[in-house]
């Protein structure tokens, strides 16, 4: 068997650092490693219409940001398929099939969709698409016979729906589909990394990001006014590592040659927060540690990022090459499950054959 990746944003701002930590840096990593026979990155932009759809030009605007960051942290069109959701009719079609097998109470009860439609306020009143996404994200999944999902924690409920749906499809019409496996961050850090408020989730809406794309001058006016140790007022006093959002942010990021190049009195990150525990290390110094390493991480990238943004044709170019290959890939899929569904009444030789010789004999 293949071993093919699936994995996507929804195209509703610039991607952040988040966004980095907990996928985009995995997705070039296995893209790179060349060990996966077929990868593919969808801009989900169909499923953030479920919760967006009065403002469509917020989508519009912000696939070009996501496929910009993209090309910038490393994804290469050569290597992966980048391609639009909503360029793929087929995951449409396919969304629709999948609805027969599975019951309107196992999608309310799926624990990722609680939570969204709690955070959205959507209690009284969900919109049917929305409460159906885990549905096309399966057809999302499947129509790339996706072995492997790079995804967060939170999206655990979200693979085991799909699950379900391949087993109860292959049960029903035949051994079709394929079963995918979960792929989770390697540290806590990275499955869920806090905003630079201390909440624990980083949001668009709650401007506690930093973005792949934010200048120089904007990362270090976050970093330093990041949430840390409220007790930890004077450097003197013992500091707390718990919620420290600085110290989870430096477990994300910084690496041996980080410390050797910017504090080599410390061994690595355990030997500061061992000084930090203890007392006498400011959070000042640490921040600035702190922004010197995610300097160096997002530098690059903000350069990269500059290259690609002049030529915005190009890109679109890639995308949509990305979106002819993957919509040729889920075609195959879907005749595929077509032919097993047995609706695949004009391609079926045997079964007009039949029907007119049904229709004959009677006629006689």
Known sequence: MKKIILTGDRPTGRLHVGHYVGSLRRRVELQNRGEFDEIYIMIADAQALTDNVDNPEK???????????????????????????????ELTEMTFFYLNLVTVARLQRNPTVKAEIQLRN???????GFLIYPV???????AFKATVVPVGEDQEPMIEQTREIVRKFNDIYGEVLVEPSILLPDSKAEMRLPGTDGKAKMSKSLGNCIYLSDSEDEVKKKVMSMYTDPDHIKVSDPGKLEGNTVFTYLEAFS?????????????DLDALKEHYTRGGLGDVKVKKFLNAVLEDTLRPIRERRKEFAKDIPAIYRVLEEGSRKARAKAAETLGEMKNAMQINYFADEELIRSQAERFKSEAE
């Open 255 to 267: 690496t041996g040659e980080h410390f050797r190049k910017y504090l080599p009195e410390y061994a």
């Open 136 to 142: 096309s994200q399966a057809a999302d999944i499947t």
């Open 59 to 89: 989508i519009r605007q912000n696939i070009i940001e996501v496929a910009l960051d993209w090309l910038a942290v490393g994804l290469d069109p050569a290597k992966s398929c980048l391609f639009v959701q909503s360029a793929v009719p």
């Open 122 to 128: 959507f209690e009284a009143s969900i919109p049917a």
